[in-house]
C-alpha cells in the first residue's frame, strides 16, 4: 500500500496528500530549530500535527472525526480522517498586545488538504487578568472545541465523536472577552464571544454556506487544584438553507412545500454544555454532557455526552470510556405537520443519532513532544442512527461497527 | 538466621541509600523580594504557573520563569507540585497555545538565570534549590518531597 493510497477519496483535482506531505516534509525540517519556541523572543513560531490511520469493519457508512469531514473511512486503513499540521506564528509585540496566526491542513469540507488560516487575531491585555481579542478566533462552543485537532494535547485519539460529530464549526470573524477572577483558592473565568461563522459544511456532492451566520456564546469555569468544571451556551443563527434540491438534483419547484418545511435559513440552533475536569498525579477523569437544541425542522435535537478516565504508569497511559448521543424529533411535530413527501421523510431520516460507544486505548509518550497511541472504538447503536455518517447504505446498516485507530502525535 | 541477615543487609543497604536523598536539595518558590507576597499556597502556586492567575492577590502582574525540559528541577518541579510528568506539561502548553489562548512562561537555562529573572522582574516568580536563595528574593513556597 503506497502513501497516497492512503489518503485516497480525495478530490482528483488534488494530487492524493501531496499537499499535507509537502507541509509534513517542510515542518519536519523546521523541527531543528525548536528552540525558537523556547527563548525569550517576541516572535515564537510553533506547530502540531498528526499522522492517523483508521478503519472500521463495514463499509455500510464511512466514519467521520466529525460532519465538517465530506468522506470518511471504512473497511481499509486511512490517513484521511485522522491527519493534520498545524503551524503558529505568534508575535509579542509589546506587553499588551500580542498578534497571532495560524494555518492549519486537514481533510476539509472540499475534499482537499488546503491549508486554512484557522486563526488570525490580535489580543490585547488591558489588565493581566483581562484578555480581549479581535479577528479570526476559534470557538469554544464545548470545552476543548478550539483544541481538537492538536492530537498531542489530549489523551485519545481523537475527541469522543458521540460529543463532538455536530459540532463542524471552528472559527468566527468577531471579538471575545476573558476575565480571570480569584475566588478563594481558585479561579472563575467568563468567556463571551460574538461573530460571524466562517465555514462550510459538505452535504453529499454539495456544501452548506454557514459563513456569515451569527454566532454568539460564552462560559463560566471555576478551577480550583485539579478540579475544572465549566458551563457554557452558545447559538447560531443559520444564513442559508441547506442545498437539499441541489443534492438530491431536483428542480426545487417541484419540492417547495417540503424545502419551506425544511428551511434552515433565519433558523437558530442552541448549544448548551456542563463539563467537569479532574486532573492530578497519574489520573486524567473527564465527564461531558451537551444538549443541542435545533431550530430548523432539517436537524434533530440532540443529547450527548461521554465520560473518560485515564491512569499513567511511566511513559504509558491506559484509558477506557463511553460516550453516547441520542437525538429526538422536534416537539410539536407530527404526521399531520410533517408534509407528505418522500424528501421530507428521507432528509429528516438523515439527521436521527441514536448510538452508544466504548472505546479504550493507550498513549505513549516515545520521546519528548511526540506521543503514538492505539484506540478501539466499538460502536453500538441502531440501524436508524446515520447522522454522523457519510455515504451510508440505509438498507444494509445495522448501527454497530468497530474502528481501529492508530496515530502518532507531535507539537514542535 | 538468613532472615535476620537478609534484614541486617537491607539495613545496611537503606542506611548508604539515605544520605544521598538527603543531599538532594530542597525545592521552593521564590519571588521578587519587593513583591509584597510573603507566602503562597499549592493552589496558588498551581494557578500562576498554569497560567490561570496573572496577578498576585496586591495586583502585582506575575511574571513567572520555567526551566526547559532537559533540566532536571523542572521535573521535579511538577512532578512535586502536580504530580505531573513533563509530556503531561507539554500537553497542557501545547493546547493552550494552538488554541489561541495563551502562551507559556518564558524558559530560561539554568537556576541561575531564574534568580536573575526573579529580581529582575517586579513581579518575577521562580522555583530554584532552597540553597540558592539570597536576600534579593523571598521564598513563598517549600515543596514538600
Known amino acids: 500500500m503506497t502513501i497516497a493510497n492512503l489518503f485516497r477519496r480525495v478530490a482528483p483535482a488534488c494530487s492524493p496528500g501531496r499537499l499535507f506531505l509537502a507541509l509534513a516534509g517542510s515542518a519536519l525540517l523546521s523541527v531543528a530549530p525548536h528552540v525558537m519556541a523556547e527563548s525569550d523572543s517576541a516572535l515564537s513560531l510553533n506547530g502540531f500535527g498528526t499522522f492517523g490511520l483508521a478503519r472500521t469493519t463495514t463499509d455500510d457508512v464511512e466514519f467521520v472525526r466529525d460532519i465538517s469531514q465530506p468522506r470518511g473511512v471504512g473497511k481499509d486503513w486511512s490517513a484521511l480522517i485522522d491527519s493534520v499540521l498545524g503551524l503558529q506564528a505568534a508575535w509579542r509585540i509589546s506587553p499588551q498586545f500580542e498578534a497571532v496566526v495560524q494555518a492549519t491542513s486537514r481533510y476539509r469540507y472540499d475534499r482537499t488538504f488546503t491549508p486554512d488560516i484557522s486563526w488570525a487575531f490580535i489580543k490585547y491585555n488591558p489588565t493581566p487578568n483581562l484578555s480581549l481579542r479581535a479577528g479570526r478566533l476559534g470557538t469554544e462552543f464545548f470545552m476543548m472545541a478550539d483544541s481538537r485537532w492538536v492530537g498531542y494535547s489530549f489523551l485519545t485519539v481523537r475527541p469522543p465523536g458521540d460529543y463532538f460529530w455536530y459540532l463542524p464549526f471552528y472559527s468566527i470573524h468577531g471579538a471575545d472577552a476573558a476575565i480571570n477572577l480569584s475566588l478563594g483558592e481558585g479561579v472563575l473565568r467568563t468567556k463571551a464571544f460574538y461573530g460571524h461563522s466562517n465555514g462550510k459544511i459538505p452535504l453529499a456532492d454539495e456544501q452548506w454556506d454557514i459563513a456569515g451566520s451569527p454566532m454568539l456564546g460564552g462560559y463560566l469555569e471555576y478551577q480550583r487544584g485539579p478540579w475544572q468544571v465549566r458551563a457554557s451556551y452558545a447559538n447560531i443563527k443559520f444564513k442559508n438553507d441547506l442545498p437539499i434540491a441541489t443534492v438530491l438534483k431536483i428542480p426545487p419547484a417541484n419540492i417547495s412545500e417540503a424545502l419551506n418545511f425544511l428551511s434552515t435559513r433565519g433558523a437558530r440552533t442552541h448549544y448548551y454544555s456542563l463539563g467537569v475536569v479532574y486532573d492530578q498525579g497519574p489520573w486524567q477523569a473527564q465527564l461531558m454532557l451537551n444538549h443541542i437544541d435545533q431550530g430548523s425542522n432539517a436537524l434533530e435535537s440532540s443529547d450527548g455526552g461521554y465520560a473518560l478516565a485515564g491512569y499513567r504508569m511511566g511513559t504509558l497511559t491506559p484509558y477506557s470510556g463511553y460516550s453516547w448521543v441520542r437525538s429526538n424529533k422536534q416537539p410539536g411535530l407530527n404526521s399531520s405537520s410533517v408534509p407528505q413527501n418522500e424528501v421530507a421523510a428521507y432528509v429528516m431520516q438523515d439527521s436521527h443519532a441514536d448510538q452508544r460507544t466504548i472505546f479504550a486505548g493507550m498513549r505513549w509518550d516515545v520521546v519528548r513532544n511526540v506521543a503514538v497511541k492505539a484506540q478501539w472504538d466499538g460502536i453500538r447503536g441502531e440501524a436508524s442512527s446515520l447522522f454522523p455518517y457519510r455515504q451510508d447504505n440505509r438498507a444494509r446498516w445495522d448501527g454497530r461497527m468497530d474502528v481501529f485507530s492508530l496515530t502518532m502525535d507531535f507539537v514542535f | ?145
Not at chain 2, 541477615?5 to 523580594?33: M, T
Not at chain 2, 518564558?106 to 540553597?131: M, N, Q, R, T, Y
Open chain 2, 1 to 145: 538466621m538468613p532472615f535476620r541477615r537478609l534484614i541486617l543487609l537491607g539495613s545496611i543497604f537503606w542506611l548508604l541509600v539515605q544520605p544521598a536523598a538527603e543531599v538532594r536539595a530542597e525545592l521552593v518558590v521564590v519571588v521578587n523580594a519587593r513583591c509584597g507576597v510573603a507566602a503562597m499556597t499549592r493552589n496558588e502556586v498551581i494557578n500562576i504557573f498554569f497560567g490561570r492567575n496573572r496577578q498576585y492577590f496586591n495586583g502585582i502582574e506575575a511574571q513567572p520563569v520555567d526551566l526547559p525540559d532537559t533540566h532536571p528541577d523542572r521535573l521535579r518541579f511538577y512532578g512535586l507540585l502536580v504530580g505531573k510528568d513533563l509530556s503531561e506539561i507539554n500537553a497542557y502548553w501545547s493546547r493552550q497555545v494552538f488554541s489561541g489562548r495563551m502562551q507559556p512562561p518564558a524558559k530560561v537555562g539554568s537556576a541561575e538565570e531564574v534568580l536573575k529573572w526573579v529580581v529582575s522582574h517586579p513581579g518575577g516568580i521562580g522555583f530554584i534549590d532552597l540553597a540558592k536563595a539570597d536576600a534579593r528574593v523571598r521564598v513563598v513556597y517549600e515543596l514538600a518531597p
